[in-house]
């Protein structure tokens, strides 16, 4: 009788992948790009609550309004459900190939240390806001400590860190009309030290200086945003719940839930993140005494703007299931996603010289509106490059380097179709 314990399955080939994950992915990668191009507008006032800046034009500022609205806060718990998502469809699939559990887990963790390792190399070199190095943190928490748990526990403590997030923000606003009534001094040293300490690497002209400064902010970025946040643990315990239910590759099964959530979501983020955006534009003022709310209120609502995003995909997934094939458009987003590790990095090799000081500077130059027109075109590269790789049934580079990495044997990485993303 062979004993031989089962091998890891390859990865995921391109019949098997499910639309919707792929198509949010892709879009979400526009957003990241539009919320993190922002920082790079260096060497002018920014807000206390915000890393926009105070000036600008009037399509400066229309673009600020638009992107603390519906942008900013909102993607990394979109990022995060996804992450959690493909964590669990990952370790299902290796258990319904007769892989071990034990191996299965082991696969993640190892992916997990391996995103760890790419997000150092990554915030070293280029740019510090990495969030590669936090959900790989967060992965081999969250995975040690819920992977084996039941849907049960993961609503519960789910639930705990929303209430949580929910009744700080209350207390925000409480604590801020208490302010605004007392007319209180502002403390603003502490806001204004962090936007120094996290932009200050972009302003920088010497590279080996904004590389330091870089590498001794990932730490706290890795730690502060994978766990202490709460709005990532929260988001990547929904991804594994909704993973085990099948929501994204299943929608037909899940459609009350799915609209319910992207129109709730979707609504309450843009309405929490509005009286934000219209204070930083100086529609609505309000004394620095009070504008530090918007620090407590934008992480709750942008919670739910992230699952909102994720639900919205679901539901376009759903029209668009079933097409023999797709238009242009939805082929291509579609390849960004598949490739979205690629396709993240890319982003800041694209960004990071020409925009920082101690490249061409651009940044120095650029207005809002330009910055967000930049981000975009950005984005069309990424998806003209991952159109051309699609075309040619190539993985992304950094994919194939990750799953190399990842999975025990380089001939086991190298299996399947080409068509991989940073999840699975």
């Known amino acids: 009788m062979d004993t031989a314990r089962p091998s890891l399955r ?71 459900f996804l992450f959690g998502y493909g964590m669990v469809q990952l370790l299902l699939r290796q258990e319904e190939a007769g892989a071990p559990r034990q191996a299965a887990l082991a696969l993640l963790r190892r992916r997990n240390l391996w995103l760890l390792v790419f997000g150092f190399v990554h915030a070293l070199l280029l740019w510090m806001g990495d969030i590669l190095g936090a959900y790989g943190f967060a992965g081999l928490v969250l995975g040690a400590l819920f992977l084996r748990r039941s849907n049960r526990v993961l609503l519960v403590w789910a639930g705990i860190g929303t209430s949580v997030l929910a009744i700080v923000s209350v207390l925000g606003v409480v604590g801020a009309s208490i302010a605004a009534a007392a007319d209180a001094p502002a403390q603003t040293a502490g806001g204004t030290d962090f936007m120094a300490m996290m932009t200050a690497n972009v302003s920088e002209t010497d590279p080996l200086a904004a590389a330091g400064q870089r590498a001794m902010l990932w730490p706290l970025i890795a730690v502060f945003q994978g766990v202490l946040t709460i709005t990532v643990p929260v988001a990547i315990l929904l991804g594994f719940w909704a993973a085990r239910n099948r929501i994204l590759e299943e929608p037909h099964r899940h459609l009350p839930l799915l609209r319910r959530v ?124 991952a ?38």
Request: net charge positive; glycine share 12%; with cysteine.
């Open 10 to 80: 390859a990865p995921v080939g391109g019949s098997e992948r499910a639309l919707a994950p792929d198509l949010a992915r892709g879009f979400m990668l526009l957003l990241i790009v539009l919320a993190n191009t922002p920082f790079y507008l260096w060497g002018r006032e920014r807000g206390l609550t915000t890393f926009h800046p105070v000036d600008g034009s009037v399509p400066d500022q229309i673009v600020q309004a638009v992107i603390i609205t519906c942008v900013d806060l909102r993607v990394y718990p979109m990022f995060a």
């Open 262 to 385: 992207a129109i709730g979501g979707i609504a309450f983020a843009w309405l929490g993140g509005l009286p934000h955006a219209l204070h930083h534009v100086d529609i609505l003022p309000l004394t620095e005494s009070v504008s530090w709310v918007f620090s407590t209120t934008q992480s709750f609502t942008g919670l739910l703007g992230g699952l909102g995003y994720a639900a919205l995909f679901g539901l376009i997934g759903y029209r668009l299931q079933g097409r023999v094939r797709h238009g242009l458009a939805v082929t291509s987003v579609a390849a960004v996603g598949k490739r979205s590790l690629s396709c993240y990095l890319a982003q800041s090799v694209i960004c990071a010289p020409l925009l920082s000081a101690w490249g061409l500077g651009l940044g120095a130059v650029m207005g809002s509106a330009q910055m967000a027109a930049f981000a975009v075109a950005t984005w069309l590269v990424t998806v003209a490059g």
């Open 387 to 424: 159109y051309a790789l699609e075309r040619a049934d190539r993985r992304g580079p950094a994919e194939v380097l990750l799953r190399r990495l990842s999975y025990p044997g380089s001939a086991t990485a190298r299996e399947g179709s080409a068509t991989g993303d940073t999840t699975r």
